[in-house]
Nanobody, 122 residues
Framework: QVQLVESGGGLVQAGDSLRLSCVAS??????MGWFRQAPGKERGIVAA????????YYADSVKGRFTISRDNANDTVYLQMNSLKPEDTAVYYC?????????????????WGQGTQVTVSS
């Protein structure tokens, strides 16, 4: 059974930091991504990372504040979120795909986690 399980969300104040984790089981994903969805908005990519870690993508809105990384030995991907803003409030989802090339298109990812809520108060 393929599973992606996120953790690390919570309620924080603007300027605080959070670290999200996602553990994959049942298969190995060459590319991992973090997406987010706020109420009334479409799900959009936050960051993605290829297997080697050499190829990384960040949405413009999080560049310089968020860092994606992965531990292949433990099938885990992380999202370090610093200088959080109220507009970062959303449900954050981990996703994986078999291709070694990242894409910003949610439909290209094979498996998804259940999501973890991040709420940033002003």
């Amino acid at each position: 059974q393929v599973q992606l399980v996120e953790s690390g969300g919570g309620l924080v104040q603007a300027g605080d930091s959070l670290r999200l984790s996602c553990v994959a089981s049942g298969r190995t994903f060459r590319t991992m991504g973090w997406f987010r969805q706020a109420p009334g908005k479409e799900r959009g990519i936050v960051a993605a990372i290829a297997w080697s870690g050499a190829s990384i993508y960040y949405a413009d809105s999080v560049k310089g504040r968020f860092t994606i990384s992965r531990d292949n030995a433990n099938d885990t991907v992380y999202l370090q979120m610093n200088s959080l803003k109220p507009e970062d409030t959303a449900v954050y989802y981990c996703a994986g795909r078999s291709s070694n090339y990242y894409t910003t298109y949610p439909g290209a990812y094979d498996n998804w986690g259940q999501g973890t809520q991040v709420t940033v108060s002003s």
